[in-house]
């Protein structure tokens, strides 16, 4: 069965970097993009970006531009999400999520990992 | 940047009834070459990620319940769910995959009445 298993939560002080792991099985590891998606408390979804883990190559929300980097690891089917100069406003449950790239696996998010909280807190 | 708005943001329904969000984009997410609206509607409970539940404004995601169908084209799509149970309480996102930066709706809160 697919399953999107993450790292577990984070503490981090403001300024820090905070990397979180996605590690994917029960498919085709190639057939898709693992996306990122996070939720600050009581707060809606946001889109962070996507990275095909097979290319490298990523796509990242203007938002974050300047302090997210995606990459991944193919031979253990994982992928990482890094957030730098993290502030309070970078709290919040941060999801990976994959999603196809074509009419027949359509880039919508099917399964999603179980989210790891980070909280930045002085 | 596509916005997508979401109305109401909370809804009572009782147990039966007809439940209805509707969800605006502010330009259009039909496709013209393949006619396809990129519109997704995904359901989340407390504590857990969201779970999609329609792709493409209308397929229903396999093992969704036939309760819950999508409609709509252009800017303007619903979700509806036709007799409301106990375990439909929870929040409601749309979510356009025209393009990137993906965005969501800010979410319906759907309770029972």
């Known amino acids: 069965q697919v399953q999107l298993v993450q790292s577990g939560a984070e503490v981090k002080k403001p300024g820090a970097s905070v990397k979180v792991s996605c590690k994917a099985s029960?498919?085709?590891?190639?057939?898709?993009?693992m996306h990122w998606v996070r939720q600050a408390p009581g707060q809606g979804l946001e889109w962070m970006g996507w990275?095909?883990?097979?290319?490298?190559?990523?796509d990242y929300a203007q938002k974050f531009q300047d302090r997210v980097t995606m990459t991944g690891d193919t031979s253990i089917k994982t992928v990482h999400m890094e957030l730098s100069r993290l502030t309070s406003d970078d709290t919040a449950v941060y999801y990976c999520?994959?999603?196809?790239?074509?009419?027949?696996?359509?880039?919508?998010?099917?399964?999603w990992g179980q989210g790891t909280l980070v909280t930045v807190s002085s | 940047d596509i916005v997508m708005t979401q109305s109401p943001d909370s809804l009572a329904v009782s147990l039966g009834q007809r439940a209805t969000i509707n969800c605006k984009s502010s330009?259009?997410?039909?496709?013209?070459?393949?006619?396809?609206?990129?519109l997704a509607w995904y359901q989340q409970k407390p504590r857990q990620p969201p779970k999609l539940l329609i792709y493409?404004?209308?397929t229903r995601e396999s093992g969704v319940p036939d309760r819950f169908s999508g409609r709509g084209s252009g800017t303007d799509f619903t979700l509806t769910i036709s007799s409301l149970q106990a375990e439909d309480v929870a929040v409601y996102y749309c979510?356009?995959?025209?393009?990137?930066?993906?965005?969501f709706g800010q979410g319906t809160k759907l309770e029972i009445k």
């Open positions: 999520a994959r999603a196809g790239t074509t009419e027949i696996i359509p880039p919508v998010f099917d399964y």
């Open positions: 029960g498919y085709i590891f190639s057939d898709y993009y």
């Open positions: 990275i095909n883990p097979i290319s490298g190559g990523t």
């Open positions: 330009q259009s997410i039909l496709y013209s070459s393949n006619n396809k609206n990129y």
């Open positions: 493409w404004a209308s």
């Open positions: 979510q356009q995959y025209y393009n990137t930066p993906y965005s």
